[in-house]
């Protein structure tokens, strides 16, 4: 089972700040089978990035993801209030089980 | 556009069954991975279940193998999840999702074991 590590746990930033989330793999993920999640209170996780890099439409493009084999980041440039939330990188790629990791908490400071 | 709706949780007791269902519109659902995930309070994500489009492909996590069983009725549009020999650990709030992405979710529907 490939184990997804992210980091920080909680990462405390103020609004205009830019924040970098980092997903590491205890094994190669394939690019292609990496994605970003974002998940506010109350609601359903929501996806942003797949293939490591590429941004759903709508998602604003302060939004970008990057990285390949094990390491892998998001990052959001400029962060405004309604960024806030929980992140979730995830790998699908090869046979399951297909892993979530733990998530980064992104906090207003 | 794709909507999901889960149903079907609830209270339960321990060593109980419930029956949850999602139903999906606004894309063909047949041509789609479906996926459940669960949320346990204040906790991460487990993706333990998902069902090729066509039913002949299933996976579990060994946290629900044996206990629960993922279905789909793709003539109306829909995934099932039957869950027994229910556990305390198994409460949580459960999503399902659409393909292997994930690209689509639902609300969620909660379930809890608790005596």
């Known amino acids: 089972e490939i184990v997804l590590t992210q980091s920080p746990g909680t990462l405390s930033l103020s609004p205009g700040e830019r924040a970098t989330l980092s997903c590491r793999a205890s094994?190669?993920?394939?690019?292609?089978?990496l994605a970003w999640y974002q998940q506010k209170p109350g609601q359903a996780p929501r996806l942003l990035i797949y293939?490591?890099?590429s941004r759903v439409t709508g998602i604003p493009d302060r939004f970008s993801g990057s990285g390949s084999g094990t390491d892998f980041t998001l990052t959001i440039s400029r962060l405004e209030p309604e960024d806030f939330a929980v992140y979730y990188c995830?790998?699908?790629?090869?046979?399951?089980?297909?892993?979530f990791g733990q998530g980064t908490k992104l906090e207003i400071k | 556009q794709v909507q999901l709706v889960e149903s079907g949780g609830g209270l339960v007791k321990p060593g109980g069954s419930l029956r949850l269902s999602c139903a999906g519109a606004?894309?063909?659902?047949?041509?789609?991975?479906m996926s459940w995930i669960r949320q346990a309070p204040g906790k991460g994500l487990e993706r333990f279940s998902y069902i090729s489009g066509s039913g002949d492909t299933i996976h579990y996590a060994d946290s629900v193998k044996g206990r629960f069983t993922i279905s789909r009725d793709n003539a109306k549009n829909s995934l099932h999840l039957q869950m027994d020999i229910l556990r305390v650990d198994d409460t949580a709030v459960y999503y399902c999702?659409?393909?292997?992405?994930?690209?689509?979710w639902g609300q969620g529907t909660l379930v809890t074991v608790s005596s």
């Open positions: 995830q790998q699908f790629g090869g046979s399951a089980p297909y892993t």
């Open positions: 606004g894309f063909t659902f047949s041509d789609y991975y």
């Open positions: 094994q190669s993920v394939s690019s292609s089978y």
């Open positions: 293939g490591a890099s």
């Open positions: 999702a659409r393909g292997v992405i994930l690209d689509y």
